[in-house]
């Protein structure tokens, strides 16, 4: 047993139970061989806690069992004094000790247990935000020619329809034929609504590509669910570029000047629907 006080760093001599100078209690401060209830490890007396798992340090007497009414030991593993029939068990301290541990250690364990799993759950949407490259901007110059040239096409029938019925009503075409007159305009403007859906929802289109973005494996995704681009997003998103090239002059000129100088080469239009344009191959689900 040590032959300083814990406190005051007074000598003092064997079985000396308080500190003359600054009455610290000795027995308990300094445990003489002091084990851990649970591990069972014996330490030094200066040591008050168990280095492997935590656990307060007690006297070894306390580690065994005893009844409760006649306080006599017993090693041969009884559940009851054959004297009085009182319950052999150790102290209450002792157990309430080895349960605080037993929580300390366990739960940890437990919690990284369920994080393991919900890490290696396929299913689990963490919504974190990921951050992704810019697109290459020579992609997405070749994406958008694409995509021009998909509209176009689909504007053609409309046209050609009303462009014929223009030259009809000038040169009397359809004198005598005015219900043939009246559908082939209807039809010509019906059809204008195709090449105008397409634009609205092209970047919605086949996992967030439109025909054009997949021809060059680039894809539109939605930054706050990590997911590909839908065809509400798509709408939102062409509609907001629509709105801000009306602007006149600064309107086009912002949006290109954003490509080129964000980071992540979003636009006005990808803050407003929380899209970016990303290369196929960097999505990470």
């Given at each position: 047993?040590?032959n300083?006080c814990?406190k005051c ?8 139970k308080?500190?003359?100078?600054c009455?610290?209690?000795?027995q308990?401060?300094?445990l ?26 007690v ?10 009414i006649?306080n006599k ?5 009884a559940?009851?004094?054959p004297n ?13 000790l080895s349960?605080?541990n ?13 994080l393991?799993t919900t890490l290696n ?5 963490y919504?974190?935000?990921?951050k992704y ?15 021009s040239?998909i509209?176009?096409?689909l ?16 040169n009397n ?6 219900d ?10 019906l ?16 996992e ?5 973005k ?19 997003n798509?709408?939102g ?10 602007i ?5 000129l ?15 239009s ?9 290369a ?6």
């Amino acid at each position: 047993m040590s032959n300083k006080c814990p406190k005051c760093t007074s000598i003092f001599t064997e079985k000396t139970k308080f500190c003359k100078i600054c009455g610290c209690n000795l027995q308990e401060e300094l445990l003489e061989k002091p084990t851990c209830p649970k591990c069972n490890t014996v330490f030094s007396s200066d040591i008050k806690f168990c280095i492997q798992d935590g656990t307060k340090l007690v006297h070894p007497d306390k580690l065994v069992p005893k009844c409760v009414i006649c306080n006599k030991s017993y090693n041969n593993g009884a559940k009851f004094c054959p004297n009085d029939g009182g319950q052999i068990k150790l102290d209450d301290e002792i157990l309430r000790l080895s349960n605080t541990n037993k929580i300390k250690i366990e739960e940890p364990i437990s919690r990284n247990e369920e994080l393991n799993t919900t890490l290696n759950n396929p299913q689990v949407n963490y919504n974190l935000p990921k951050k992704y490259n810019k697109a290459p901007l020579g992609k997405r110059a070749l994406a958008y020619f694409l995509d021009s040239l998909i509209i176009s096409a689909l504007f053609l029938p409309s046209l050609y329809l009303l462009y014929d019925s223009y030259l009809g009503i000038i040169n009397n075409y359809y004198v005598g034929y005015n219900d043939y007159f009246r559908g082939k305009v209807l039809l010509g403007f019906l059809l204008i609504l195709v090449p105008i859906r397409y634009s609205l929802i092209k970047d919605g289109i086949a996992e967030g590509q439109s025909y054009g973005k997949s021809a060059v494996d680039l894809m539109v995704i939605n930054v706050n669910t990590n997911k590909p681009c839908t065809k509400l997003n798509s709408a939102g998103r062409n509609i907001l570029l629509i709105i801000i090239w009306c602007i006149p002059y600064i309107g086009a000129l912002t949006e290109v000047i954003l490509i080129f100088a964000n980071p992540d080469g979003r636009k006005l239009s990808d803050f407003g629907a929380g899209t970016q344009v990303i290369a196929k191959g960097d999505f990470k689900k």
